[in-house]
């Protein structure tokens, strides 16, 4: 268990359980963190995230408070990640402890470096890169987060 700003997170694996939470935690993302995430304003649906559960090309963590889902970050075969917080319960260091969390994952399945790419506006994003070492690269309109993963 991890803490942050007084709120006790718990970090797992995510399960065919929790279908609902993360439903619940993409419904609470406003149309700006939509288009952050998803690169679009499409507001994903229930049957989309059974989809991505039944995949077995990723892993799936989820940061939980008191039972609730307030942050998710996936991790594909290929390196990529993505991540979502819960928008009342972001600079709290949620999203840092997910990336910090998707790193270990990594070495344990043999990937040679993750990467992720975001909106030059997504500055949260940004900054976990920044702080985890990740070399970035800005372009126009995008931005690539690349990390080497040591063994």
């Known amino acids: 268990m991890a803490e942050s700003i007084n709120l006790p997170l718990v970090i797992r694996e995510a399960k ?3 279908i609902e939470g993360v439903y619940k935690l993409y419904q609470s993302l406003t149309p700006e963190d939509l288009y952050m995430r998803f690169f679009t304003f ?3 649906s229930y049957e989309e995230i059974e989809q991505l559960f039944s995949r077995q090309d990723h892993v799936t963590l ?3 408070s008191d039972g609730e889902v307030i942050g998710e970050a996936t991790l594909y075969d290929d390196g990529e990640f993505s991540v979502a917080v819960d928008p009342r319960q972001r600079r709290g260091g949620i999203g840092t402890a997910l990336v910090s969390e998707l790193i270990k994952r990594a ?3 043999t ?3 993750i990467k992720f790419y ?3 506006e997504n500055y949260p994003m940004i900054r976990i890169g920044k702080k985890l070492g990740f ?3 800005f372009h126009e309109d ?3 987060g690349t990390l080497e993963i040591e063994r």
């Open 111 to 113: 990937i040679k470096k």
């Open 107 to 109: 070495r344990s399945k």
């Open 62 to 64: 989820l940061a939980e």
């Open 118 to 120: 975001t909106l030059p």
């Open 135 to 137: 070399k970035l690269e």
């Open 16 to 18: 065919k359980g929790d």
């Open 142 to 144: 995008e931005v690539v």
């Open 42 to 44: 499409h507001r994903v």
